[in-house]
């Protein structure tokens, strides 16, 4: 059992910055993949960006050059740092690991971005 919590959303002005984090119950040093996802209203869930044990990346299109994804395995937290955010980014942010063959996801926290 893996618990997922997400803090840092709030509301920003477009153009602002918000950072995004992801506290694991525990260690996920062993995990090879994170990644953070997105759901907008009346939209499918979708992959923002993902990072491996070895801190490669991926990112989606619309998101690359402004957000940053890392990780810090001796806290046991995964961070989403989001730059010149648009109103398009408005969503409900979840953290997502895979562990043991179950899929992992946090309550969510709500970015809104007003133009």
């Known amino acids: 059992q893996v618990q997922l919590v997400e803090s840092g959303g709030g509301l920003v002005q477009a153009g602002g910055s918000l950072r995004v984090s992801c506290a694991a119950s525990?260690?996920?040093?062993?995990?090879?993949?994170m990644g953070w996802y997105r759901q907008a209203p009346g939209k499918r869930r979708e992959l923002v960006a993902s990072i491996t044990s070895s801190c490669n990346t991926n990112y989606a299109v619309g998101v690359k050059g402004r957000f940053t994804i890392s990780r810090d395995n001796a806290q046991n937290m995964m961070y989403l740092q989001m730059n010149s955010l648009k109103p398009e980014d408005t969503a409900v942010y979840y953290c997502?690991?895979?562990?043991?063959?179950?899929?992992?996801w946090g309550q969510g926290t709500q970015v809104t971005v007003s133009s």
């Open positions: 525990r260690s996920v040093f062993s995990i090879n993949v």
């Open positions: 997502n690991l895979y562990y043991m063959g179950v899929d992992y």
